[in-house]
């Protein structure tokens, strides 16, 4: 039952942050130049006062902030995210177009970032101060600095045009009507240099979590005591300091996970893949409100459901969570 009270607990304090998310970026839009009707006559290369005022009526940009505000609050509720104006289409039909391009990029490299973090940082811990841990430091901390575009370009450069290994961008081949399993293929080989791309920062800061954490862990007294007992080093490592180590890690996949689909924007744009990060820098040029919004919307819900998870698994790891201690 504690359990499950934490749970609803975390639900119950999700809520009001996600109208706060919501209304401080829907005021601050307010503030920025132009906006979707701006864009539109812009594509269509003017238009006279009568034409802008009506469109401008129609989608409601006439009103004040605040009643504007309150409608799209109240949609939200009916989860209507509303229709954009550039795409002509309900906007919830939009992001689930691009939806599946930015999940499966986030999960690929974040099990690969957290997978490849936690074995370096692992023997980074049981080689302290030995080749092996500086070597690993200095290679975390060369990804750690370098921007991941920069990575993504290079990528492109060495692995898509001057050894053709890889393409270099799009989420598919075009055309191929490959179904079933051979389409999981082709989707994973165009998705091997931007995993590899958003994963690498990441793994660079799992790796040092993990090897601060592994070093600490060892020094407690429960550590000493097993050691005392007779059992392996092996044992003691994967049995006692691996569980307690992990703890930090969980918590960082929470708090990263916004990160990472801000830097899904870069990745995204460098490599054409059609996910929320492009769509939400499309919809930011294209003065988009509703689909901005939308996509806002739906990485917060995205970062909170990670979290929520985040907090049931660190429950599970630590019982003095869940048994209120």
């Known amino acids: 039952m ?25 005021l601050l839009l307010q503030l920025a130049p132009g906006d979707t009707v701006d864009a539109l006559v812009a594509q269509m290369g003017g238009g006279d006062a009568s034409m802008i005022e009506a469109l401008r009526r129609h989608y409601a940009l006439d009103q004040s902030t605040s009643v504007r505000l309150g409608d799209y609050l109240w949609r939200l509720i009916h989860l209507d995210l509303g229709h954009s104006a550039i795409y002509g289409k309900p906007v919830a039909e939009v992001i689930v177009d691009r939806l599946p391009a930015t999940l499966l990029l986030m999960g690929s490299a974040l099990a690969l970032a957290f997978a490849a973090g936690m074995g370096l940082g692992i023997i980074a811990a049981r080689r302290v101060n030995r080749w092996p841990d500086t070597l690993i430091s200095t290679l975390g901390l060369i990804f750690y600095a370098t921007p991941s575009f920069w990575f993504g370009l290079m990528g492109i450069f060495v692995f898509a045009i001057y050894l053709g290994w890889l393409p270099a961008g799009g989420f598919g081949s075009i055309g191929s009507g490959l179904t079933g399993f051979a389409r999981v293929l082709d989707i994973a080989y165009y998705l091997i240099l931007p995993t590899l791309t958003l994963a690498l920062i990441f793994l660079a800061t799992y790796l040092r979590i993990m090897r601060a954490s592994m070093l600490e862990v060892a020094t407690l007294d429960f550590v000493r005591t097993a050691r005392a007992k ?21 918590t960082l996949i929470g708090l990263q996970a916004g990160t990472m689909l801000g830097g899904s924007v870069v990745v995204e744009s460098v490599f054409s893949l059609p996910g929320l990060g492009r769509l939400a820098y499309e919809s930011v040029m294209q003065r988009d409100l509703n689909t901005l919004l939308g996509v806002v919307f739906v990485s917060a819900l995205l970062v909170i459901t990670i979290n929520f998870i985040v907090d049931l698994l660190y429950a599970r790891l630590d019982p003095r969570i869940s048994s209120g201690h």
């Open 230 to 250: 007779g059992l392996s080093d092996n044992t003691v490592v994967v049995r006692h300091i691996l569980r307690n180590a992990l703890l930090p890690m969980v």
């Open 2 to 26: 504690r359990f499950l009270s934490l749970a609803g607990r975390r639900l119950a304090a999700a809520l009001p942050a996600l109208v706060i998310i919501l209304a401080g970026l829907f």
